[in-house]
């Protein structure tokens, strides 16, 4: 049903002869779908002196007549939980007592230990229906705890007075049950009536375990027994595990991790992620016990399905029957506590993307004061397959992903309060230490991933440039092996190789040699100062750096600077005529002919490494303090690349723009060698804001996926074509804060609305990435399935991932929508800085890299960043965020493009003070604060003698704001302007 009862109807009993068997009636009035039209429901027992009709009558005060069909119903207060009933003297009550009648609170005082009688009924012998005869009874009064009197009809537990039965009512769904053992009296049973208005058409007979449909259609009603100790499913358990399991071991890889941690004797509640139609299989063979799981009811009365499933007694669930909720989990509960091993699905139904979603907050009941262990659940490996519901996956997809490794991992029991919050925790965390486990058995190093590829897509374009440069897969080997043999007698020395090289063809074909070699690249910031390269270089013990002289004197020329690179310095135009033609070819051809394995073992044994070994160090931007040099494993690259796939469904005819440096982390992993390790086609140009070459670029190749920095995204809206732009399917932003105006103007003008993501270059660099939404057809219309984004936020957590917030001061775990300091935790996550076991020890602790950022979650696992720590100035005892008032600031100028930077500055009143670095935007800063307004109140808002213009904002190589710089010019230009 889709609207709740409208009213509730006493009824009459009418008394022939006092007898010991009382009888109690129970009406429910449950909407039909018109307004003034009801239902109303009835059933009586009967006992051994007699019978009982159920009969219609009016609530005191109105007319004893029925209403006419045409005449609206009475609105009354539905009755949310009876207790009990009861006989009573007729004298005890007169009339009916609404629920919500004010006298109801003063029968409560005047019946001490008593709840408020609600309801009473008078004899009516005129709405007895003539089928049925009256029949005698004493006056009987319904009994509620005036704390549960709001809300719909839910159910009776008890009947007092020597009648032995209780009846359930669930007026949403249109049932009426028979509970608690009660059984069909001898004189006549239970009966239902169906009318319309006033109008009473007859009965239906009622079994004990039935419920009563308004269609008359009796469905079976799970019995409650009054101890759980499993005899037959265990039977049922084993003949099934035995025969499903081997069949399932054909196609899958399956391991039981954790089971340690579940009791050898007793019950137990579990607590699973929801991914596929497989998961009660699964678990129920990795517990090595029968499990029962909560089931969603129409799947319970499916009969492709009844006969299977109700041989493992699992408790049906309906989750908008608010009653048959309640009962199940009731029902939950007693059977762990009586010993049986119970399962709940927090998420309620399968992931439709891949990520958590909401946990409902029923599992909170059923754990709550629970004396037997509560154990998280993580399924990993089932997304993607044929029984998830990842969007493409086929039936022939899932054929060729025979030998898929499926992990069903038992954490340790929680400790404490258990709330959806710490369930959510734990089961993330589950779920990075099986990503981890995945990755290290199924993936490779980057150097022998490179050549499974490779081989798997020979002839198809694997990179292109603005040069003019292609090279298919096979061509791509080849010329990675070649350069390798060039660059190795130079290299042999050292192990941390320099690449100073844009985003190109040469420049990835250098990575993937410096792979080859198993050496760790380190691709250097050539936007960077000359003073940060050598410092770079230092950190990271480069001795030698692969570079190109046609790049060297670009870039001199466009910066008017020269870069001291050292004395080892390879260029690429010195090494490239070394190579004779006919090499070229004899290689190609060599490799082709060996095939994969003995290509990779007689032409490149030295790509095999480690996974926990260094793949990249990436000498961070320093854009908040000073630069570091962060270590990424191949674990690392290998497990964010994982992570990427489990969302986003990659196609070999997939283009990706190629624009971020490799000398950042999303370039690296993302650009360079997710492209690499999926078959996509990869255009690179090493210029980002060159927006006439991109453009020229998008019209030649048609992109159909651009990674990039919401700055370059603002730039592209405004200057490239649309018809560039045209094949796009998919574009993500990080690294900077994606304001919905540019999101919005992005999607007016090419289509497709960018998703944005968060990371850093500890996590090589993705974390959380919002997805496209889910869409299913209902009823022919389109309604979202599971979202994937929410504006303001950054999305949820990729697979693998674990998210926790945190008190910035005390490190106490905080749960949703509450600010904290954002820590991470995942197999993405670095091992630490190279050579700096100070600055390692600060970032990881536990296994958690602590971000230096402040966040929230919301109930459906969505991250939003309000700021970095270091991006807040305590003013006059008040955290305020630079980055909240650059968007107020920006909002209210009415801008495109950047106009305001936020620093602070000691104050010796206040503590600190905010100053404004801004470009022209066309007002005066006395202009803006007005029409800033109440959006910044107290100390939030700016003084107009703290705005300092300047030319230009000193940005970063990745396209980020170079917050450092601007912090160091606000202070300069505050101390400059101070006497």
């Given at each position: ?70 005449a609206p119903t009475p609105s009354l207060p539905t009755l949310h939980h009876i207790t009990s009933v009861r006989a009573v003297s007729p004298a005890a009550v007169s009339g009916v007592v609404p629920s919500a009648h004010p006298s109801a609170q003063a029968m409560a005082a005047s019946m001490p230990g008593s709840p408020a009688p609600l309801f009473s009924w008078a004899p009516n012998p005129a709405r007895v229906p003539s089928r049925t005869p009256a029949a005698a009874a004493p006056s009987a009064a319904v009994h509620a705890a005036p704390e549960r009197m709001v809300g719909s009809f839910k159910y009776v537990r008890s009947v007092e007075t020597g009648v032995g039965a209780a009846l359930s009512a669930s007026p949403e769904a249109g049932l009426l049950r028979l509970m608690d053992g009660a059984q069909p009296s001898v004189a006549g049973g239970f009966n239902a009536v169906a009318g319309n208005a006033g109008a009473v058409h007859g009965f239906s007979p009622l079994s004990a375990g039935s419920a009563y449909l308004p269609s008359g259609r009796q469905t079976p009603v799970p019995e409650k027994r009054p101890e759980y100790r499993p005899r037959a499913i265990n039977s049922w358990f084993r003949m099934w595990d035995t025969l499903l399991y081997p069949i399932l071991s054909i196609a899958y890889r399956i391991y039981s991790r954790g089971t340690e941690n579940l009791p050898t004797k007793g019950g137990a509640l579990l607590l699973p992620n929801h991914v596929s139609w497989l998961d009660v299989l699964l678990i129920s063979h990795a517990a090595k016990r029968p499990v029962r799981f909560l089931m969603y009811k129409p799947y319970y009365d499916s009969p492709y399905l009844h006969w299977f499933v109700k041989g493992f007694e699992p408790i049906p669930l309906v989750p908008g029957d608010p009653a048959q909720v309640e009962w199940a989990l009731a029902e939950a509960r007693r059977a762990m506590e009586a010993g049986d091993t119970v399962a ?636």
């Amino acid at each position: 049903m889709k609207r709740l009862i409208a009213s509730l109807l006493s009824l009459s009993l009418t008394a022939a002869a006092p007898g010991p068997a009382a009888a109690r009636v129970i009406a429910g009035s449950l909407p039909r779908g018109g307004t003034g039209s009801v239902v109303p429901v009835a059933a009586a027992l009967g006992g051994a002196g007699g019978r009982l009709a159920p009969v219609l009558s009016q609530p005191a005060g109105l007319s004893p007549a029925l209403p006419s069909p045409a005449a609206p119903t009475p609105s009354l207060p539905t009755l949310h939980h009876i207790t009990s009933v009861r006989a009573v003297s007729p004298a005890a009550v007169s009339g009916v007592v609404p629920s919500a009648h004010p006298s109801a609170q003063a029968m409560a005082a005047s019946m001490p230990g008593s709840p408020a009688p609600l309801f009473s009924w008078a004899p009516n012998p005129a709405r007895v229906p003539s089928r049925t005869p009256a029949a005698a009874a004493p006056s009987a009064a319904v009994h509620a705890a005036p704390e549960r009197m709001v809300g719909s009809f839910k159910y009776v537990r008890s009947v007092e007075t020597g009648v032995g039965a209780a009846l359930s009512a669930s007026p949403e769904a249109g049932l009426l049950r028979l509970m608690d053992g009660a059984q069909p009296s001898v004189a006549g049973g239970f009966n239902a009536v169906a009318g319309n208005a006033g109008a009473v058409h007859g009965f239906s007979p009622l079994s004990a375990g039935s419920a009563y449909l308004p269609s008359g259609r009796q469905t079976p009603v799970p019995e409650k027994r009054p101890e759980y100790r499993p005899r037959a499913i265990n039977s049922w358990f084993r003949m099934w595990d035995t025969l499903l399991y081997p069949i399932l071991s054909i196609a899958y890889r399956i391991y039981s991790r954790g089971t340690e941690n579940l009791p050898t004797k007793g019950g137990a509640l579990l607590l699973p992620n929801h991914v596929s139609w497989l998961d009660v299989l699964l678990i129920s063979h990795a517990a090595k016990r029968p499990v029962r799981f909560l089931m969603y009811k129409p799947y319970y009365d499916s009969p492709y399905l009844h006969w299977f499933v109700k041989g493992f007694e699992p408790i049906p669930l309906v989750p908008g029957d608010p009653a048959q909720v309640e009962w199940a989990l009731a029902e939950a509960r007693r059977a762990m506590e009586a010993g049986d091993t119970v399962a709940i699905f927090p998420e309620g139904s399968f992931t439709e993307n891949g990520t958590l979603k909401r946990f409902k907050r029923g599992l909170e009941t059923i754990a709550k004061d629970s004396k037997v262990p509560v154990i998280p659940v993580h399924l990993d490996g089932l997304w993607g397959s044929w029984f998830s519901k990842k969007q493409g996956t086929s039936f022939w997809h899932s054929l060729f992903n025979i030998g898929r490794r499926l992990t069903v991992r038992f954490g340790a029991p929680l400790a404490g309060e258990v709330n959806v919050d710490t369930v959510r925790d734990a089961v993330e965390q589950l779920s990075a230490v099986n990503m981890r486990e995945r990755v290290l058995a199924e993936r490779k190093p980057l150097g022998v991933a490179l050549v499974e590829s490779a081989f798997q897509n020979w002839g198809r374009p694997a990179m292109s440039d603005s040069t003019g440069v292609s090279l298919t897969y096979g061509e791509m080997l080849a010329g990675a092996k070649l350069l390798a043999d060039q660059f190795g007698p130079a290299l042999d020395a050292s192990q941390n190789v320099g690449l100073f090289m844009p985003s190109s063809v040469g420049g990835a074909i250098s990575n993937a040699a410096v792979a080859l070699l198993g050496k760790t690249a380190v691709n250097l910031n050539y936007t960077a100062s000359s003073d940060a390269l050598r410092q770079s270089m230092a950190q990271a013990e480069v001795k030698t750096v692969i570079t190109s002289r046609r790049f060297m004197s670009e870039l001199a020329k466009r910066t008017g600077r020269s870069y001291d690179l050292g004395p080892d310095v390879i260029y690429l135009e010195d090494v490239a005529p070394r190579i004779p033609k006919w090499k070229k070819a004899l290689t190609f051809v060599l490799m082709r002919v060996l095939g994969r394995w003995l290509t990779q073992w007689l032409l490149l044994p030295r790509a095999t490494a480690r996974m926990e070994d260094d793949a990249t160090i990436i000498p961070t931007s320093g854009s908040t303090a000073f630069p570091k040099a962060v270590r990424l494993s191949h674990l690392n690259v290998q497990s964010n690349i994982k992570m990427m796939e489990e969302l986003f469904a990659f196609k070999k005819t997939d283009v990706m723009l190629g624009i971020l440096p490799f000398f950042h982390s999303f370039g690296f992993t993302e650009t360079l060698w997710m492209a690499i390790l999926n078959g996509i086609h990869a255009v690179y140009h090493a210029n980002p804001f060159e927006t006439d070459e991109i453009d020229a670029l998008g019209r030649q190749f048609k992109p159909t996926i651009l990674l990039g920095t919401p700055t370059f995204l603002r730039r592209y809206a405004q200057t490239i074509s649309k018809e560039a732009f045209a094949a796009m399917r998919l574009v993500v932003a990080g690294a900077e804060k994606l304001y919905i105006r540019d999101a919005k103007s992005f999607n007016d003008k090419f289509g497709i609305t960018p998703l944005e993501g968060y990371g850093a270059t500890e996590t090589a660099p993705v974390s959380a990435v919002s997805v496209p939404d889910v869409y299913k057809d209902r009823n022919g219309e389109k309604v979202i399935a599971q979202d994937g984004r929410r504006d303001e936020s950054v999305g949820r957590p990729p697979p693998g991932v674990a998210i926790r917030i945190v008190d910035p001061e005390t490190g106490a775990f905080l749960g949703a929508d509450k600010p904290g300091h954002i820590l991470i935790k995942g197999p993405h996550v670095m091992p630490g800085y190279y050579g700096d076991a100070a600055r390692t020890a600060e970032a990881l602790k536990d296994g958690w890299y602590y971000t230096g950022d402040i966040g929230t979650r919301d109930r459906d696992g969505f991250l939003f960043i309000t700021g970095r720590i270091s991006r807040f100035s305590k003013i006059g005892g008040e955290m305020v965020s630079h980055g909240l008032v650059e968007e107020k600031l920006q909002d209210a100028s009415g801008q495109p493009e950047r106009r305001f930077a936020v620093a602070g500055a000691p104050d010796a009143r206040m503590g600190e003070k905010l100053i404004v670095l801004y470009t022209d935007f066309g007002a005066t800063p006395e202009e803006l604060l007005a029409k800033v307004g109440d959006s910044l109140g107290g100390v939030s808002k700016p003084r107009a003698v703290n705005f300092f213009k300047i030319a230009e904002f000193p940005m970063l190589g990745s396209g980020k704001l170079d917050l450092k710089a601007v912090a160091e010019l606000a202070l300069k230009l505050d101390a400059e302007r101070l006497p």
